[in-house]
Each structure stands twice: as C-alpha cells, then as structure tokens.
Nanobody, 128 residues
Framework: QVRLVESGGGSVQAGGSLTLSCAVSVSANTMSSYHMCWFRQAPGQEREAVAVAYARSGSTDYVDSVKGRFTISRDNGKNTLYLQLNSLGPEDTAMYYC???????????????????WGQGTQVTVSS
C-alpha cells in the first residue's frame, strides 16, 4: 500500500511562488520504484498531469504550460515529492494532487487512470 499526503498549498498573488510537498508512505518496496506525478484539476475541468518524476531514472517531464515555471523533484531518502511553483498566474488555480504508480517496466501513461495511488489534494489559488 502507498499513502500520499500533500501540503503546501495556499493563496498567492500573480507572480508569486509556492512549494508543494507530498509525503509518501510505502509498505513494500521503496519510493524509487514508483513513478510520481503531480496532477491538477480546476473547477469544471478534467484532471491533468503537470509534472512527472519517473521511477528509477528520476528523470522528469512537464506539460508545456508549466515548463520553465514549475520544478518537480523527489527525495527518495526522505520519501517526499516536491513541486516548486514559480511565476504563478490565475490559470494555475486548481486543486493539486500527488499520484503514484509502481514501475512494472511496462511504460507509463500520464493519465489519471494510470495512477493507482492518490493524495487528498492541496488547493492553490492565484489572484491577479
């Protein structure tokens, strides 16, 4: 089993920054064996993946709308996933979720249906 707990959300003005954290508890294996992803969902919109940190390699990828502004990182020793959000705009307002799925060597899809473990979410609100 995997338990994910997000924190760090809040309300900021446009241009501001936030750091989101996701505390990861795994009962078997290690965090490094899991693909870790940050999703966000704005009211009335579908949940979208914004950043992923791949298992084992630790390489990362981002949706185009956040490239250069957001940074995902993982500290497998501390069992924590981070998302640094810079140059925030009102369009970044959403509930942000941490998600995880174990790497079985079969590839990954950056879709909500691929990830089996989710946190409860943390709200980010950006005012103009």
């Amino acid at each position: 089993q995997v338990r994910l707990v997000e924190s760090g959300g809040g309300s900021v003005q446009a241009g501001g920054s936030l750091t989101l954290s996701c505390a990861v508890s795994v009962s078997a294996n290690t965090m490094s064996s899991y693909h870790m992803c940050w999703f966000r969902q704005a009211p009335g919109q579908e949940r979208e993946a914004v950043a992923v940190a791949y298992a084992r390699s630790g390489s990362t990828d981002y949706v185009d709308s956040v490239k250069g502004r957001f940074t995902i990182s993982r500290d497998n020793g501390k069992n924590t996933l981070y998302l640094q959000l810079n140059s925030l705009g009102p369009e970044d307002t959403a509930m942000y979720y941490c998600a995880a799925e174990e790497d079985y060597g079969l590839g990954i899809r950056l879709e909500s249906t691929f990830f089996g473990y989710w946190g409860q979410g943390t709200q980010v609100t950006v005012s103009s």
